[in-house]
């Protein structure tokens, strides 16, 4: 950086002093269709069920209920959606995660006749879906199988891309399923399916109210195995080079704002599109501390987006999309 003038004359404030010049001058500029709205749908219909410890954030069913979701979107400028299923059944290997009729996959086509223009994500992981909670096969002594893993996860993948899905999303965290996702969305002739990995996905205690959102918490253990250490810093941005290598079109870096410092490295060190996930303890923690009156949820919420945004992010996944998008569109 080059040498500036010093006190008085240079005066940084003459910058400051109006509405107008401080445009002028900002830098980073938040925007409504940089967000990625998480949607959990469930089985029934005219369902529309607030979650306890997510304020605002509902499970809905895939009737009605999606399409006005999907509208209120649209209208507010949000352009795309990671989809979460909540299964009616769930089994050792998470078979509704890969069936043709599984609720994302019902989702999917709903949505994709109903909005043509909303961009489809869908989450890829068995959590949600086997009756252990964690994100893959287990063996006889509850250690998850890796290797055994991936071909559910590929399998998951094209059946989403197979009702309409634009993007998929894997999230299980397990080595290679970046490389064995893409091998089989090619061979099944979806090789312009791309893949947002979460490659930076640290086992992190903000996940708490996800857990009940998606009815996903592990029945015994933790992922700490699978999971990535939040000591480690240089791992993330090497985990993101793997899947960038493996195949990835965008990479991931989550929990957001306790990782920023990782999100700014994978970012600038790999040069290569990023997101993050605003997650739900962060957004939970926004909403009950604006519940009490501590905070001005408007001007923490504008905060803590831009401060992703100016890390590196290129795109934010959060529970506050829809509130946020208002508050931009009314300046």
């Excluded at 507010?76 to 599984?102: I, N, R």
């Excluded at 401060?307 to 208002?326: L, V, W």
């Amino acid at each position: 950086m080059r040498e500036l003038g010093s006190f008085p004359a240079y005066r940084p404030r003459r910058m400051r002093a109006h509405d107008a010049v401080r445009a002028f001058a900002r830098e980073t500029v938040l925007r409504a269709d940089e967000f990625i709205y998480p949607l959990f749908v469930k089985p029934g219909s005219n369902a529309h069920d607030e979650i306890a410890s997510m304020p605002g954030v509902f499970q809905v069913s895939v009737d009605h209920v999606l399409d006005a979701e999907i509208d209120e979107l649209l209208e507010l400028g949000v352009p795309a959606v990671m989809l979460f299923g909540l299964p009616a059944h769930k089994d050792e290997k998470g078979s509704e995660a890969y069936d043709e009729h599984g609720i994302v996959q019902q989702a999917v086509r709903r949505i994709r006749e109903h909005a043509p223009s909303m961009f489809v994500i869908t989450d890829v992981c068995l959590c949600e879906y086997t009756s252990h909670g964690h994100c893959g096969m287990l063996d006889e002594q509850g250690n998850v199988l890796n290797d055994d893993t991936l071909q559910l996860l590929a399998a998951e993948a094209v059946s989403h891309a197979q009702a309409g899905a634009h993007m998929v999303a894997p999230s299980d965290m397990m080595d290679g399923r970046v490389g064995a996702i893409r091998a089989a969305l090619d061979a099944a002739g979806y090789a312009d399916v791309p893949i947002m990995s979460y490659s930076t996905k640290y086992a992190s205690g903000f996940y708490g109210p996800f857990r009940d959102a998606a009815d996903s918490a592990p029945a015994f253990g933790d992922r700490r195995g699978y999971q990535m250490d939040p000591a480690n810093a240089q791992e993330g941005v090497r985990e993101a080079l793997l899947d960038i290598a493996e195949g990835a079109d965008m990479v991931m870096v989550k929990p957001a704002l306790s990782y920023l410092d990782v999100l700014h490295r994978v970012k600038t060190e790999c040069a290569f599109p990023t997101v993050a996930y605003n997650v739900s303890g962060e957004y939970a923690m926004v909403k009950a501390a604006a519940a009490n009156g501590w905070i001005d949820e408007k001007r923490v919420v504008l905060e803590l987006l831009l401060s992703i945004k100016r890390a590196g992010a290129d795109a934010i996944i959060t529970y506050h999309a829809k509130d946020a998008a208002r508050w931009l569109a009314q300046g």
